[in-house]
Each structure stands twice: as structure tokens, then as C-alpha cells.
């Protein structure tokens, strides 16, 4: 007679310190009987989380089941298995399994048993053996150029004469980081409403140091800037790539809707100074309830989060509103808000410089413009 086992009656369990690293969740589908000399198993990792050291009297077999599963053996090999692999261990290997650094990953464990016995528990896996097998596999990066894969490529020349002045010229002229003009170019890529190009940029900047919490909280902080339906298709097309390359974040807690207010007027007033109660003073009666939007909705649902320091954040606006266009009086604002956190005319300069390809003469100019009216140019 079958049997048939539901899903409530699974066993979870958190995977324990002295066997797994990191946050290990376990779940146990069936054990062995009299039929059956194997045990079952769905085991789910999040980033950085792997079993220890052990070995299996009887083998195992894993089916990967979500994202992506690494393993190693005592002997030094490393690899990598995708949604859908199946990795086969034979009795009395020594070997571990677990997450990427920034992917999460879960497997099926169908698990032999001999003489009672399905498993031998060993050392951990140290950080540093975790890091040396993971960089093992990394490939090796391309050199750096968010516009690879341009249509501009249908026409050699062309591609050629955009690629040198984007790369060669406006980018090496600004002196950012890679990291640092990824994200920033995200951010206007956003703005702009180009998802063909920001999808490019996207696969480069996660290649080149630029962590998904900070991708995610670009396109979460672009919401109150340019607006949810403007940002929603670039919220699926990360999703996509997130889910590709096994990528898991875990939902941020926010503040409590009772905080909000305070704490967002609070961080108007750290990157704007004291006008901002002249401004909420002055309001119209019934406009009121906008600026009060401003603060709890704007600065304390968003600036608030984690992901990205202020003086970032404020400079991401400054992106934002440059490249949209049309906003003339808050970008001008907005500078005086990057001085205040310590973006000074240097900084302000060197990214409008890199931006230049994609947003137009025109906007940049705009951008000059307003900086030039809060800072000066200093003349010996």
C-alpha cells in the first residue's frame, strides 16, 4: 500500500553552529524503513552558508532545486551546480556544500544509510577556505565597458567613435571608481527610461564590485524621484537577472509608520539645514499634506533604509533629477544638499562629466548650470 506524506507533516528545523555556517534552513521529507535504505531531505542557504566538513558511508546524491550549490572535496576541487544539476558523491568523500557569496541556493538530498549511519560530521569550513574555493571559480572579468553589447555594434565606426568618448574620454576624465560610476549610472539610466541599456549596465556593475542590495535600493530610491511606473520595468528586469544568477535578498523591515515622519523630517534637516521648517511653515494650508508626504514618504520611507550611506543617497538624487530634466529649482536644491553632505563642486562636476553620453549636452549643461550658481567656480 503507497503513502502518501503532506507538507505539514515535514520536519524544519534551523541548520545548527556546529554543522552549518551561516543561515541553513532544513527540512526532513522521509527517513529510511524497511524498503528503503535512503533518507530525504530539502536543505535551503542563504549567501555565505555552507555545511561542514563530512562525509556519507553510503553516498549521496543532491538535486539542485533554487539558485546555485557550490562543493568542494578534501582534495581541493570546487564546483558549481545550477537549478536542475545533480551532484553525486560517492561513499566516504570528504566534501562540503553550500551558497555563493551573494547567491542563495537550496538541493534535495536523497542520502544513503549504512548500518544505521547516513552521515559523519567534520571540521567547519573556515572562511578562508570557503573564499579561496568560491574565487577558484570565479571567471575572469572582462575589461570593464557597461556598453558592450551597444546595437551601436551593427555599425563598427560608430560603436568605436561612442564606445572611446563614453569609456577613453568621459568616464577616465571623471576619475570615479568603477563601482562608484556603475551605480551612478544606473541611477540616470533609471531616470532616462532606457531598460535595453540599463540591462547591459546591470550584468557589468554586478560583475565589477557592485553588491544587489546597492542595485536595489537605486531602483527603490528612484521611486519617489521619477516615479513607480517608470521604475517598475527596470524592478522586473532586475528580478530577472537576480533570479539567473541566483541572487536572493531578503526583504529590509522599515521604520514603524509612527516614526516615519520624525525621523525623515530629521534627515531633510541633516542635508538642508533649518530652511526646511521655513519651507513647511510657509506651505499653503492646502498643500500641507504634500510637504508631510515629503518627509515621512520620501526621506523616512526611503533614505532611512540600509544598502547605501546618506551622502550617497543624496548624490543618486542629484542623479536622478539631472537626467529626468525639467526640474530645475529641485535639482538646484539638491546640490546644495550634496555641499551640505560633503559632495562638493568637484565631486558634482565629475559626474555629470561621466554621465554626458547618455544624458545629452543639453542636460549637462543644465546640471552646470545649478552647480555653478551654488558653488562658484574658485578663481586664483
Known amino acids: 500500500?503507497?503513502?502518501?506524506?503532506?507538507?505539514?507533516?515535514?520536519?524544519?528545523?534551523?541548520?545548527?553552529?556546529?554543522?552549518f555556517s551561516g543561515k541553513v534552513r532544513v527540512q526532513i521529507l522521509f527517513g529510511p524503513n524497511q524498503w528503503r535504505n535512503f533518507s530525504g531531505g530539502i536543505v535551503h542557504f542563504s549567501p555565505k552558508a555552507?555545511?561542514?566538513?563530512?562525509?556519507?558511508?553510503?553516498?549521496?546524491?543532491?538535486?539542485?532545486?533554487?539558485?546555485?550549490?557550490?562543493?568542494?572535496?578534501?582534495?581541493?576541487?570546487?564546483?558549481?551546480?545550477?537549478?536542475?544539476?545533480?551532484?553525486?558523491?560517492?561513499?566516504g568523500v570528504?566534501?562540503?556544500?553550500?551558497?555563493?557569496?551573494?547567491?542563495?541556493?537550496?538541493?534535495?538530498?536523497?542520502?544513503?544509510?549504512?548500518?544505521?549511519?547516513?552521515?559523519?560530521w567534520l571540521e567547519k569550513v573556515s572562511d578562508t577556505e570557503y573564499n579561496k574555493a568560491i574565487n577558484s571559480l570565479k571567471p575572469a572579468k572582462n575589461a570593464f565597458n557597461p556598453f558592450a553589447n551597444s546595437p551601436l555594434k551593427n555599425d563598427s565606426h560608430m560603436y568605436h567613435t561612442f564606445n572611446h568618448f563614453a569609456m577613453q574620454e568621459a568616464f577616465k576624465t571623471s576619475g570615479l571608481s568603477v563601482p562608484e560610476y556603475s551605480q551612478i549610472l544606473l541611477a540616470s539610466l533609471v531616470a532616462l527610461g532606457s531598460v535595453p541599456a540599463y540591462t547591459g549596465a546591470l550584468e557589468s556593475a554586478l560583475e565589477h564590485q557592485v553588491s544587489p542590495v546597492a542595485v536595489q535600493e537605486i531602483l527603490y530610491q528612484a521611486i519617489p524621484y521619477v516615479g513607480f511606473a517608470r521604475v517598475q520595468d527596470f524592478l522586473e528586469t532586475t528580478n530577472h537577472v537576480f533570479q539567473t544568477r541566483g541572487i536572493h535578498l531578503d526583504s529590509q523591515k522599515g521604520l514603524l509608520h509612527t516614526q516615519r515622519a520624525q525621523r525623515g523630517l530629521a534627515i531633510?534637516?541633516?542635508?538642508?539645514?533649518?530652511?526646511?521648517?521655513?519651507?513647511?511653515?510657509?506651505?499653503?494650508?492646502?498643500?500641507?499634506?504634500?510637504?508631510?508626504?515629503?518627509?515621512?514618504?520620501?526621506?523616512?520611507?526611503?533614505?532611512?533604509?540600509?544598502?547605501?550611506?546618506?551622502?550617497?543617497?543624496?548624490?543618486?538624487?542629484?542623479?536622478?533629477?539631472?537626467?529626468?530634466?525639467?526640474?530645475?529649482?529641485?535639482?538646484?536644491?539638491?546640490?546644495?544638499?550634496?555641499?551640505?553632505?560633503?559632495?562638493?563642486?568637484?565631486?558634482?562636476?565629475?559626474?555629470?562629466?561621466?554621465?554626458?553620453?547618455?544624458?545629452?549636452?543639453?542636460?549637462?549643461?543644465?546640471?552646470?548650470?545649478?552647480?555653478?550658481?551654488?558653488?562658484?567656480?574658485?578663481?586664483?
Not at 500500500?1 to 554543522?19: P, Y
Not at 543532491?62 to 551532484?87: C, F, P, Q, R
Not at 519651507?279 to 526611503?302: R, T
Open 1 to 19: 500500500m503507497q503513502e502518501v506524506h503532506r507538507q505539514a507533516e515535514f520536519q524544519e528545523f534551523q541548520g545548527t553552529s556546529d554543522k
Open 50 to 91: 555552507r555545511s561542514a566538513w563530512h562525509t556519507h558511508p553510503a553516498g549521496q546524491t543532491l538535486l539542485v532545486t533554487e539558485g546555485v550549490i557550490y562543493t568542494g572535496t578534501a582534495d581541493g576541487k570546487v564546483s558549481v551546480a545550477h537549478k536542475g544539476d545533480v551532484i553525486s558523491c560517492p561513499p
Open 94 to 120: 570528504k566534501h562540503w556544500h553550500g551558497a555563493g557569496t551573494h547567491t542563495s541556493g537550496a538541493h534535495l538530498a536523497l542520502t544513503g544509510d549504512k548500518n544505521g549511519e547516513n552521515v559523519k
Open 268 to 380: 531633510q534637516k541633516e542635508i538642508f539645514g533649518q530652511v526646511i521648517d521655513h519651507m513647511n511653515a510657509n506651505a499653503p494650508k492646502d498643500e500641507a499634506h504634500i510637504y508631510q508626504f515629503l518627509s515621512a514618504n520620501c526621506f523616512g520611507d526611503y533614505y532611512t533604509r540600509k544598502g547605501l550611506d546618506l551622502h550617497f543617497r543624496e548624490l543618486l538624487t542629484f542623479v536622478y533629477l539631472l537626467s529626468l530634466g525639467g526640474a530645475d529649482s529641485q535639482l538646484k536644491a539638491h546640490v546644495q544638499g550634496n555641499i551640505n553632505m560633503g559632495n562638493n563642486r568637484h565631486k558634482l562636476i565629475s559626474v555629470v562629466t561621466a554621465l554626458i553620453p547618455v544624458i545629452g549636452y543639453p542636460k549637462a549643461l543644465n546640471a552646470l548650470k545649478a552647480i555653478d550658481t551654488a558653488i562658484p567656480e574658485h578663481k586664483e
